[in-house]
């Protein structure tokens, strides 16, 4: 049979490996890309697109379990610059910010009002906190995603909390 | 854990939970990796395989000065690319990695691919061989420069081959390819090589490629050392190398790990303090902080002590040297120290007196509070300058140093550059060094604007993300009736290394 040549089994099992590392590894992209842009669509073309940017380039050889990790890092890199390519960011953080401002809106509740302020952040600090709180990653894990070092998470962990406390009310207040 | 991590992380995964996701590989994903790396075919393949590792086994273990001609058969021919010299097979490819795009774009800084030899032309060979359509390689040879494996470190040439395991997510490409790699210095370059086989590759194939490899000689580069490897160590379970490069605002340190590191520029010749910067690896009880920086060449040995303790408990090192072609000036150290502390560090000269002093470190484990941007800090005190970028995620402005001149200091400059007479509005601004400086802003940065419908002597507490944006758009940005301007003159004031205020210098 066929098959029992070189060439043959190689291309079976290219795709095989293509389609696993796929299932494996995009669907975790996507969330992270949903939680960052806030945008499930959008989130899903980011994905995509950086499985086949990261794929071919293997810069994980050197350390090969790292795919995810690469991955991960690509997805974070296609989202914030979405909004920088835009050139809108901060007008549209400006808007959102004055929209998830919490005299301004009706009591959706503690955890709407999280999101909406969460959504409301700088594209960065969004995926510092998604990175941290969402994918639990460590300040160094996050800092290698993010192209920054873990003092510069730190920082911007730290500034995203203290604005998420200031637009929403503590939990002994709702 | 407080409640509002615990709620964000609830909100979070909630979040996460409701994305629509894939649970299957599209149609066609084969396809578009492929079309897309047509796209990027030649940087990826060298650069995955300058990057990757392999190995054949036992095989020619070494690569033997074969008498400078690659075994085979055949015609053979020579060629030079970045001052290497190889010879090969006739019928084989030798690929300039910077016109094949093995490079990317960019400075040429190292490391950076300097020869690649295959049996096809870039286009074929390289890409994805494992998915690429029609004919494939049967081998693929690059050959990386790094920065120069300093004081010695490194392996003479000719240089042994050795294999190297590589994973399973590589098969794709690489399917039951087998890698060896060499690394060894020589003419002040430090290189790296990397040599694939594909299953088919024949023994003509292996032979060629070996004679190849074993045939290169090396000339120095035109430039001079450029960048130099000065220690390696680890520090919280990683690896660490300490890297000087020379760069075109002064002496440039590199604190590569594993998978993070710190990069510090311009340093400059400062006969007072130490320029010291830091990196921390690792987590938890077994973080560790690397303190490193630059020392003028007087100082030999460097030793950090415990700020907090009286017990005279200190880690020391003797100084790096730089490579005078990187800097003349400085040199380099380098000291492992507990993470979390403040170190006072003190420079000896030969006769063991302290010449200069500094510190580092600093900051409880899980700190929020800013640290100083490493490198080209200012001193804490009042600065006048002009603000280049504010990066709100990272907490950072770039800020140009000058100096606002009045009285007769403003004459004489105004006079100096070319002006007659007294300086007009009593000030004069000088600002003869272009260099930017990343500075940290503290969490509670106060930014104090001019009120222009009050001018000029009143001020308001501005929002952080309007100045950005103004000084984003080099355009007013107006609130109300409060501008921000984006072009003007500002002072900062700087505590502990960290910017503290920033407030409007009033220019007619």
Redesign the interface.
Known sequence: MSQDTGIVRTVVADRTDLEDLYVRHVPGAVRVASLITGDADLAQDIAHDAFLRSVGRFRHLRQPDAFEAYLRRAVVNACTSHFRRRKVEAAYLRGRARSAAPADQPDHGRRDELQMALSALPARQRAAVVLRYYADLSEQQAGETLGCSAAAVRSMVARAMETLRERIPRSEDT | MN???R??????????RR????????DG??R??RR??AV?GG??GL??LA???GIVVGATTLLPARSGRPAGEGAMTTGTLNGITITYPTAWHLIDPDEAGLNGPGPSTLPRIVLALAPQPQGDAF??P??AGGE?PTFLMTVQEEPLAHSGTGSAWPARLEPLN????????Y??WEFQRAGWTIADRTFEARIGFA??AGDDDRDGVFGAFASMTFAASPDGISSATLATGTAGGQEWSLIATRESDGLGLTLQG???G?GVGSFEPSPQQLQVSS???G?GPNRELVLFGAAPPEVVRIEAVEASTADGSFVSADVLDVPNEIDPDLNAFALVVPSGETFDIRGFDASGNVVISGSGGGGPE??????PFPGAALEDGRHFGYVRAVD????TIEFDLAYFLSGEEANQAYQEAGGTGPVPNDHFVVNDNPMLRTL?LA?DVRLRLLDWNHCCDAFFDGDL??F??AI?ERADVTDGDLIYRGQSQWWITVEKGVVTEIEEQYSP
């Open positions: 409640d509002l991590e709620d964000l992380r609830e909100a979070l995964n909630q979040d996460a994305v629509p996701t894939p649970n299957s590989a599209p994903l084969r578009s990796v897309r790396q990027f940087l990826v650069s995955a990057i990757a590792a890409g994805c494992g998915m494939q590589i994973g399973a997510a590589e098969s794709g490409c399917p039951d299953p088919d594993e998978s993070s710190a990196h921390a690896f987590e899980g700190a929020a509070e800013p640290t709100m995620e990272a907490g940290t969490l993300a309007l950005a944006e984003w």
